[in-house]
Structures are given as C-alpha cells and as structure tokens.
C-alpha cells in the first residue's frame, strides 16, 4: 500500500517570501502521479499542481513549483512570493497510474499561514 | 459550470438516525468519489463509482454506510444508523474520464455532526 508523510504540521511565512513544504512517500509502483491540493477556510478542495512520474522535469504552475524527487521519493512544494490568500491547509497526494482506479492516497496537511 | 453540488451544507443529527448526504457530479464527468475528512484519519476515499457502477468499495467503513449513483448525475452516501464517531466532513469529487487521470473536482462537502 502506498502512503504519504506529510512531517510539517503547521508553517508561517510572511508575505512576499518564499516557502517550502516537504512530501514524502513510499510505493513499489513506478508509474504514478503526484499532487498538491490546497484546502482554504472555505473547506473547498483546489488542486495546485501535479507531476507525472515519468517526467524528470518539475511540475510548474505561476507562483507554485515542485521539487521532484523519484530516487529520494520526495515531493515537495515551493510557494514564491507568498499571497495572504495562499493561507490554507496543503495535501500532498499519491496515485497509482497503473490500476487505471483515480485513487487518491492523501498526506496529513500542512497548514500554512501567510502573515502581513 | 455550477462545480460539483452537495446537500446539505451542514447536517446535525441524533446518534440512530438515518443519515442521505447527495452529490451531483459535473455535467459529463463519468467518475465519482466520496471521501471523509476528520482530524484523526485525515481524507480517506470511502467509494469510487465509474460509469454509474461502483469500482472500488474497500473504503467503505462499515455496513452502516452505503452509496449508490442511480444516474449519471446522482448519487447519495447513506449512514444508518449514524453514530458520533461518524461525524466529519464528506466531500464529493468528479473526474471527466477513468483511463485518463484527470484532476478530481471537489465539491464543498458536507459538516456532518452526530450528537
């Protein structure tokens, strides 16, 4: 069974700054995808950003980028110039491509707070 | 496109009652997924419908629970009868194809609390 650790309960950051949240996870599978998804206070489940696998090239989305780390099984999060409305829960998420099922495995959250 | 509906918003129940929480996917996704959200377990999938058929019911944590999808654009998870370690948020998702992943679309989600 595949799992995801999310090992950062809760991060600050100031606005404009950069922060980095870690991912790991443990699978036998090599063809998988990756995601972030981000949960505001309005409880409302957002994707941010996901990576394939078989892509050596980290996923890129505007202010949001990953740290893809297939040997290491590392999948980490990097917010550039940090928004207030960037303030949310963050979950890491694994799925198995090869069973063709859209499971979703989810990490614990980290929750971040964007300060002024 | 409304995104995906769930009802109610917020559920407040008595322990032994019969709970329906309902969902309605976006117009042509043909996958559907309910998860629960708690503190202690985190989002856990509870189902997994394909084509109106149920694909994967492993997450399912009892008999007390169980979901259908009548249509394409339905479907309900049931609790009967709901007990206070039941309450948590239960989120509905949809994705437009299965053998191509796609991002799940989140609904809302429900508040349910059983007294």
């Known amino acids: 069974a595949q799992t995801v650790t999310q090992s950062q309960p809760e991060m600050s950051v100031q606005e404009a700054e950069t922060v980095t949240l870690s991912c790991t996870y443990d699978?036998?599978?090599?063809?998988?995808?990756l995601f972030w998804y981000k949960q505001p206070p309005s409880r409302q489940m957002i994707l941010v950003i996901r990576?394939?696998?078989?892509?050596?090239q980290n996923a890129t989305e505007n202010r949001f980028s990953v740290n893809f780390q297939k040997a290491a099984k590392s999948f980490s999060l990097k917010i550039s110039d940090s928004q207030l409305g960037d303030t949310a829960m963050y979950f890491c998420?694994?799925?198995?491509?090869?069973?063709?099922?859209?499971?979703?495995?989810f990490g614990t959250g980290t929750r971040l707070l964007v300060s002024p | 496109d409304a995104g995906v509906i769930q009802s109610p918003r917020h559920e407040v129940t008595e322990m032994g009652q019969e709970v329906t929480l309902r969902c309605k996917p976006i117009?042509?996704?043909?996958?559907l997924f309910w998860y629960r959200q708690t503190m202690m377990r985190g989002l856990e999938l509870l189902i997994y419908?394909?084509?109106?058929?149920?694909?994967?019911d492993s997450g399912m944590p009892e008999d007390r629970f169980s979901a259908k999808m009548p249509n394409a654009s339905f479907s309900t998870l049931k609790i009967q009868p709901s007990e206070p370690r039941d309450s948590a948020v239960y989120f509905c998702?949809?994705?437009?194809?299965?053998?191509?992943?796609?991002?799940?679309?989140f609904g809302p989600g429900t508040r349910l609390t059983v007294l």
């Open positions: 699978t036998s599978e090599n063809n998988y995808y």
């Open positions: 419908f394909n084509n109106n058929v149920p694909i994967d």
């Open positions: 990576q394939e696998a078989y892509k050596q």
């Open positions: 117009s042509g996704h043909n996958s």
């Open positions: 998702a949809s994705s437009p194809e299965q053998l191509i992943i796609h991002e799940q679309f």
């Open positions: 998420a694994f799925m198995n491509k090869n069973t063709g099922f859209q499971k979703l495995v």
